[in-house]
């Protein structure tokens, strides 16, 4: 039996007639499907919002209910690709049937990838968080990727300041002006060669790539390369020759918050295929309470992630 159901979005109007940029829901739980590197996929749990435009003034609101349809059978099952969310961006305005004109989807999710110990056998897991917007004004399609990336940093204030430290005590302890190579060494791996150490910290790089068209990263290998730059990626499982690798993988790569965003910098700049970026990189400080941060982006002119 046909039950022939009140439709209020259609049958009335309001009585301020006006148009809304964006109107759709948040926090929508999908799982979607994620490229890795070569051919391999992740299948991860994703929050996303979606909106439409209603930009006939007269309608009463839009058609709420297609947009979360669209999504279950687009996003749900098809592998997320730049076409994809094309796609369902294009259905989602077809869905509203002449109310709406442009179409938006965010989606949230952690992207976890396998990460090799420095130098031994060992292997870990680590999560990344990774943000998609996607909109499209007037059949114009516009991509902004956002990724957080952690590493270490190590000062090179406090590094110089703690060879001097060691340079002063080798010539408190050694008043000859020959140094018996056995005698030094055992003294420095001794706990009274232990003079001062530098300060590190965990470090972050918040990232915001815009791209035109359906132009979308693999995102493993952009997080692979962007670590490879900033030289200092934090690691997962480790046994002592691995933590001891990473102790000189610091000393290689001493860095203020200037020095890791002037690398993110080139590298970036160095992506002919993005529109737009903005960073900022965050060193949270073991010396002082507050943390150290560089912001850059591309369009010199225009502020507004910051």
Same mark, same amino acid.
């Given at each position: 039996?046909?039950?022939?159901?009140?439709?209020?979005?259609? *049958?009335?109007?309001?009585? *301020?007639?006006?148009?809304?940029?964006?109107?759709?829901?948040?926090?929508?739980?999908?799982?979607?499907?994620?490229?890795?590197?070569?051919?391999d996929?992740?299948?991860?749990? $994703?929050?996303?919002?979606?909106?439409?435009?209603?930009?006939?003034?007269e309608?009463?609101?839009i058609h709420?209910?297609?947009?979360f349809?669209?999504?279950?059978?687009?996003?749900?099952?098809?592998?997320?690709?730049?076409e994809?969310?094309?796609?369902?961006?294009?259905?989602?305005?077809?869905?509203?049937?002449?109310?709406?004109?442009?179409?938006?989807?965010?989606?949230?999710?952690e992207?976890?990838?396998?990460?090799?110990?420095?130098?031994?056998? &060992?292997?870990?897991?680590?999560s990344?968080?990774?943000?998609?917007?996607?909109?499209?004004i007037?059949?114009?399609?516009?991509?902004?990727?956002?990724?957080?990336?952690?590493?270490?940093?190590?000062?090179?204030?406090?590094?110089?300041?703690?060879?001097?430290?060691?340079?002063? $005590?080798?010539?408190?302890? =050694?008043?000859?002006?020959?140094?018996?190579?056995?005698?030094?060494?055992?003294?420095?791996? *001794?706990?009274g060669?232990?003079?001062a150490?530098?300060?590190?910290?965990?470090?972050?790089?918040?990232i915001?790539?815009?791209?035109?068209?359906?132009?979308?990263?693999?995102?493993?290998?952009?997080?692979?390369?962007? &670590?490879?730059?900033?030289?200092?990626?934090?690691?997962?499982?480790?046994?002592?020759?691995?933590?001891?690798?990473?102790?000189?993988?610091? $000393?290689?790569?001493?860095?203020?918050? &200037?020095?890791?965003a002037?690398?993110?910098?080139?590298?970036?700049?160095?992506?002919?295929?993005?529109l737009?970026?903005?960073?900022?990189? &965050?060193?949270?400080?073991?010396?002082?309470?507050?943390?150290?941060? $560089?912001? @850059?982006?591309?369009?010199?002119?225009? @502020?507004? =992630?910051?």
């Amino acid at each position: 039996m046909s039950i022939n159901l009140p439709d209020v979005t259609s *049958s009335e109007n309001v009585a *301020s007639a006006a148009s809304l940029k964006w109107v759709g829901m948040e926090g929508i739980a999908v799982p979607i499907q994620v490229r890795l590197a070569g051919h391999d996929t992740a299948n991860v749990s $994703a929050k996303t919002d979606v909106f439409v435009s209603l930009d006939k003034k007269e309608a009463k609101g839009i058609h709420m209910s297609r947009l979360f349809i669209k999504l279950n059978d687009i996003l749900g099952v098809e592998l997320l690709s730049g076409e994809t969310l094309t796609r369902l961006l294009n259905e989602l305005i077809a869905s509203q049937e002449g109310l709406s004109q442009g179409a938006k989807v965010n989606l949230d999710f952690e992207l976890t990838l396998h990460k090799k110990a420095l130098l031994s056998n &060992e292997f870990g897991y680590q999560s990344y968080p990774i943000g998609i917007s996607k909109q499209q004004i007037n059949e114009k399609m516009l991509t902004v990727v956002s990724l957080t990336i952690p590493y270490s940093s190590t000062c090179p204030c406090s590094s110089a300041l703690s060879q001097q430290a060691l340079s002063d $005590a080798i010539a408190e302890r =050694f008043s000859g002006d020959m140094i018996s190579k056995s005698e030094l060494s055992q003294w420095i791996t *001794s706990k009274g060669g232990a003079v001062a150490t530098p300060h590190s910290q965990r470090s972050y790089a918040y990232i915001k790539l815009t791209f035109d068209g359906d132009a979308l990263p693999k995102f493993s290998e952009l997080i692979t390369e962007l &670590e490879g730059v900033i030289g200092t990626p934090v690691q997962t499982a480790v046994k002592r020759q691995d933590e001891q690798a990473f102790a000189k993988l610091n $000393a290689e790569n001493l860095m203020f918050c &200037e020095d890791a965003a002037r690398r993110l910098k080139r590298a970036l700049e160095n992506k002919n295929e993005l529109l737009d970026y903005w960073f900022k990189v &965050e060193h949270q400080e073991s010396l002082h309470a507050h943390n150290a941060v $560089a912001i @850059d982006f591309k369009d010199k002119d225009d @502020d507004h =992630f910051i």
